[in-house]
């Protein structure tokens, strides 16, 4: 298996501008999740989904985010619009659910808003 | 709740060192107990993990053992390379239905010829 796959590797983009990331999770894993991390706040869980279904998106900051995942291969997390605090590394990670596997995370992609 | 505390970082070492990173939880019940290890500019990659009382895991040279006791789970390697440095991430999961893993903050380390 390829792992979890996240593209782009590295986004810059003008405030105010759209942006959204793609995960691709390991196949047969039924959970999916979200991750920021910043030097200042650490890694941050901001949504997770279970067989496609958002469960808990208590960590998205605000309106502006939002999160889809609309097959069992496929998640994204969008921006709109985007701001300068937004800057980060979002990860995705993906779990089977037996909860002794841990998660397996993506090599992130790096957002910085200019 | 379930927490997590790691050492403060950055620990610095020279190459062969002995390694100790400090990691205890607290939790309701028995989780299973990992440790991520953060390369720069990768992701999180599992490194070892155990599920039970005096469990160790073991990889790459790395070891922890998961003591009850103490509830501790400290990471440690006999003899640190230049290689090992990275941001280390201690994480608690609780076994009982579907749980979310719960990290430590991260501690950095950084090994020197």
């Known amino acids: 298996d390829a792992g979890v796959i996240q593209s782009p590797r590295h986004e810059v983009t003008e405030m105010g501008q759209e942006v959204t990331l793609r995960c691709k999770p390991i196949?047969?894993?039924?959970?999916l999740f979200w991750y920021r991390q910043t030097m200042m706040r650490g890694l941050e869980l901001l949504i997770y989904?279970?067989?496609?279904?958002?469960?808990?998106d208590s960590g998205m900051p605000e309106d502006r985010f939002s999160a889809k995942m609309p097959n069992a291969s496929f998640s994204t997390l969008k921006i709109q619009p985007s701001e300068p605090r937004d800057s980060a590394v979002y990860f995705c990670a993906s779990s089977p659910g037996q909860n002794f596997y841990g998660y397996t995370f993506g090599s992130g992609t790096r957002l910085t808003v200019v | 709740g379930n927490s997590v505390t790691q050492m403060e970082g950055p620990v610095t070492l020279s190459e062969e060192a002995f390694l100790t990173i400090n990691c205890t939880y607290t939790a309701t019940g028995y989780p299973s107990l990992f440790w991520y290890v953060q390369y720069p500019g990768e992701g999180l990659q599992l490194l070892l993990k155990?599920?039970?009382?005096?469990d160790k895991g073991s990889n790459k040279g790395f070891e922890a053992t998961y003591r009850k006791e103490t509830t501790s789970f400290h990471l440690e390697k006999g003899s640190v390379q230049v290689s090992d440095s990275a941001v280390y991430f201690c994480?608690?999961?609780?076994?009982?239905?579907?749980?979310?893993?719960?990290f430590g903050t991260g501690t950095r380390l950084l090994v020197s010829p």
């Open positions: 989904f279970n067989n496609n279904v958002p469960i808990d």
């Open positions: 155990a599920t039970k009382a005096d």
């Open positions: 196949s047969g894993h039924d959970y």
């Open positions: 994480a608690l999961i609780m076994n009982t239905g579907f749980q979310k893993l719960v």
